[in-house]
Structures are given as C-alpha cells and as structure tokens.
C-alpha cells in the first residue's frame, strides 16, 4: 500500500502539464528609425562611448557632483520605499510558488471521556460506562490543487513579471532622483556664478559712485548722477543678496536627496567653469533596452497576459488531492501497532456549472488589462521619444544661442566701456551709462540662464536615454539580491532556520 501510495504522490505533479491562456508576445511600438533633432556633428554612441554605464554623472567631471550622487542610491528615502515594494513583490511570487507544493499538518491529541452513568455515586442508571483515554497522532495533506490548467504557473509567471516591473520602477525611481541632484547641483552652481557676477557689478558700481561724488564736488556733475549711481549700487546689492534665497533652496533639495536634514548639510561656493558635455545618442530601438521605465511598462503586459490565463483556467475543473495517515488507540502501549494505524487517501474532481457569467467577466477583465497594459507601455514609449527629440533640440538650440548671447555679452561690455568714457568727457549724461550698464548685466544674467538651460537639458536628456541603465538589470527570478537589496532581518523560529538549509523552499 505505501508503495502504491508512493507511486501516486509522484504522478500527480506530472499531471500538471497545460497551460491554458495566450503566451506572452511583447506588442510592438512604433519606433523611428533615426532621432529627428539630432545636431550636426553629433553621432550615434559607440559601445566604449563617454557615457560610464550606471555612473552616467561622470560626463560632466565634476567630483562633487560624483560624491553626491554616490549617495542617492544609499540614503534617498523614496528609493527605500521602492527597494520595499520591490521586495514585497519577490515575496509575493515565493507565496505563489508555494502553491505547487502539498501543505502538510501534523496533529496529536490526548482525549480523556465518558458516556452515561455516575461512578462517583456507583449509580450507573443503566447505561453507565468508565472513563476512556484516547490517543491519537496523524499528518495529513489538504486540498492539494494539481495544476492541471496552469493557473499556478500563470500566477507565478504573472507575479513574476510584475517583480520586475517594479524593479524597473526602482531603476526609474532611482534615475529620476540621480537626474534631479545633478539639475538642482547645476542650478546652484550657475547661482554661485550669478553671485559672483553680482558682487563683481557691486564693486564696479562702487567705483561709479565714488567717480560722479568726485565730480559732484568739482561740480561737473549734478547731484542727481550722484542719487542714480547710488540707487544702481544699491539695486545691485539687493540682487546678490536675493541669490541666496534660491541657493539655499537648491541646497536644501540636494540635502533630501541624499537622505540628509538641509541643517546638517552644507556645500561651499566655487568659482568652477563648467561647460555642457557632448552627450552620444543611441539608435532608437535601442531606446526600449534603456530605459527602466519602458521596461516596467512591458513587464506589466506580461503580467497582464498571465492573468489571462488564470481566467481562462476558472472554466476547467479544479483536481485537488487530500491524504492523512496516523494511528488512534486507547492505550498507550499499543500505540503504534498495526491495528491502530489508520488512513485516506483520495483525489477530488470540482466543476462549476453556473456561476451567472462571472468566470467570463473575469476573462473580460483580465483581456481589458492586457489592453490597458499595451496601451500604457506604448505612450511610455512615444512620451520617451517625445523627451529626446525635446531635450535634442532644446540642446541644439540653446548652443546657438549661447554663441549669439556671448557676441552680445562682448558688444554690451564694449558699450559700457565708451558711454563710461563719453560721460567722463562730459559728452553724454550718467543716464546714459546707467542703461548702458544695465544692458551689459542683464545680457550676462542671460547668458549664465543660458548656461544653466544647457546643463539642465543635458541632464535631462541623459534621463530620457535611460543613463546607463539596460533591460538586462531586470531580475530573472524576481530576488532582491539580484539588484543588491540588502536583506531584511530573518525573524522566523530558529528550527524552521534550521530546516531551510535541508528545504530551501521552507
């Protein structure tokens, strides 16, 4: 009997051998075959191209820049949220996985009765008896479902899709939170050159001042040149003051991303000139491998297509297996004897008939997500490449007119330089070298704008080119350590920690 016993556990996880529901096809997307604002001169990326796969940052040279970022991944606290949706989806696959697996209950019982009579009395009425023991120890294996139809493996394959878009997630979370330290780092270091712009003019204008007070005394000049040169000065200082309120901000954002309280964080001023790096651009279609969040969306269509098939499998009968073995006795020394030994042993085979159409609802639903999923997937695609050619341009226009804006930096300077002489000379009013200066500190406030569009631009360009991020960082088995999550505290009894190194699956 055991060996027949033994025979039957054995073929039934061999029953288990359709799937039933569509196999995953990802959907095509429209993919161009070239980028339309690609500048002239640019080149499509080579395999050794100066982009550092994961390290993207190290483009722009800029060692504290690549110490920050070094941070992000380590202390950012949206990323720790996504690091545990993450390892709540590998979980849930495991949960699913155990499915295919019989659970197995151990029960033992000590039972101690009596039925009718009195003993304390001796009056029996009739009908007495004396108390009985009872023991009884057995295992047993419960609805054990025999995936027939795959819907176990449907759910697995659909659990484990779903894993890896939410690891594609955390490599999008992650790069979006890369990409904006890099714009606020930027953006404070082009305040830190407007700053320094500032106290430059404040010190030019000083001078001003300190000429129209000397030729007020020689009274060449009126008391009103005096008045504006002030009023420019002062101006100005208001300026370079109203710098630190954004510097600050900028600063405080840089903070949180690496996980940091803004009062615990400081960066100092530099007088670095950085410039914009020439960022190599990949063919199209190699777009889709890039970027993380493409990746997620097509990982939620397969996930989608799996519970297709879960839906579909609702239609077909449910096998399940139950079994107990044990032995009963009311003594203890003949306990496990064979005459005490009991046992079941048996499939059982369910259909549902009617259920008022709700298995094919269900069928509906799961088809209407798959065409949710697709639809998703395929703008997330369009919107990326909607990025690129946005930041392509932006880049190959904003270079254009950075060299237009330094001509007239240069033409605004040289026309501050002969309104200053010409007033000197007595030619012309010191309202004509206010405006004159004026003209000359805004085309430079324009230009370092300029500059700071052009960082930001080439940072976000970058982002929509997925860094250096590839669809071949998805885990294939859906575990956090595929992605260096660290693991989280065991906390389960020490002898089922024992038991797991025997039984990996426990």
């Not at 600063?251 to 007088?271: D, N, Q, R, S, Y």
């Amino acid at each position: 009997m055991h060996r027949r016993w033994a025979v039957v556990l054995a073929m039934l996880p061999a029953l288990a051998a359709c799937e039933v529901g569509p196999d995953y096809q990802r959907p095509p997307a429209e993919t161009p075959v070239a980028y339309k604002e690609v500048p002239e001169g640019w080149k499509v990326a080579q395999p050794a191209d100066s982009i550092s796969r994961g390290t993207w940052w190290e483009i722009y040279s800029d060692p504290v820049l690549d110490g920050l970022e070094r941070q992000v991944a380590v202390s950012n606290q949206n990323l720790k949220a996504f690091e545990a949706a993450f390892r709540q989806a590998s979980a849930i696959i495991r949960e699913a996985r155990s499915e295919y697996f019989p659970t197995v209950d151990g029960s033992a019982s000590v039972t101690r009765s009596q039925t009718g009579g009195n003993t304390a009395t001796g009056n029996t009425g009739g009908g007495g008896g004396q108390p009985k023991t009872r023991y009884e120890v057995q295992g047993a294996v419960s609805n054990w479902e025999i995936d027939l139809w795959g819907r176990i493996s449907r759910l697995v394959e659909g659990d484990l899709a779903t894993a890896q878009a939410t690891a594609g997630d955390l490599a999008s979370a992650r790069l979006s939170a890369q990409a904006q330290l890099a714009t606020a780092y930027f953006q404070l270091r082009v305040s830190d050159a407007l700053k320094r712009l500032f106290d430059s003019e404040v010190e030019a204008f000083a001078r001003s001042l300190q000429i129209t007070q000397n030729r007020y005394r020689a009274g060449t000049a009126a008391r009103v040149d005096v008045v504006q040169a002030q009023a420019q000065l002062d101006s100005t200082r208001a300026q370079a003051v109203a710098v630190g309120v954004q510097r600050a901000q900028f600063e405080h954002a840089i903070a949180v991303l690496i996980g940091k309280p803004p009062a615990e964080f400081a960066i100092a001023p530099t007088t670095t000139v950085f410039t914009t790096p020439m960022v190599p651009v990949e063919l199209p279609s190699a777009l889709l491998e890039r970027r993380p969040d493409i990746a997620a969306a097509e990982r939620r269509i397969a996930a989608a297509n799996a519970q297709i098939g879960v839906a579909i499998a609702g239609y077909y009968p449910d096998l399940t297996f139950s079994a107990s073995y044990g032995y009963n006795s009311s003594r203890l020394a003949s306990f496990a004897g064979p005459s005490t030994r009991f046992w079941t042993l048996g499939p059982n085979l369910a259909q549902t008939f009617f259920d008022g159409g709700l298995r094919r609802a269900q069928v509906d639903v799961a088809r209407a997500a798959y065409d949710q999923a697709a639809a998703n997937y395929r703008q997330t695609v369009l919107t990326a490449f909607q990025q690129i050619e946005d930041n392509l341009a932006a880049l190959r226009i904003l270079e254009q007119q950075a060299a237009v804006q330094a001509d007239a930096v240069r033409s605004a300077r040289e026309a501050e330089r002969l309104t200053l002489n010409q007033y000197l000379a007595g030619i012309v009013s010191y309202t004509n070298v206010i405006t004159a200066q004026t003209v000359a500190l805004n085309n430079e406030q324009t230009e370092l704008s300029i500059l700071q569009s052009r960082m930001v631009a080439s940072v976000v360009l970058i982002q929509a080119l997925g860094g250096g991020w590839n669809a071949n960082e998805l885990p294939e088995h859906g575990q956090p350590e595929e992605i260096n999550i660290p693991p989280t505290e065991d906390v389960r009894p020490g002898w089922v920690k024992w038991v797991s190194k025997v039984i990996p699956w426990f």
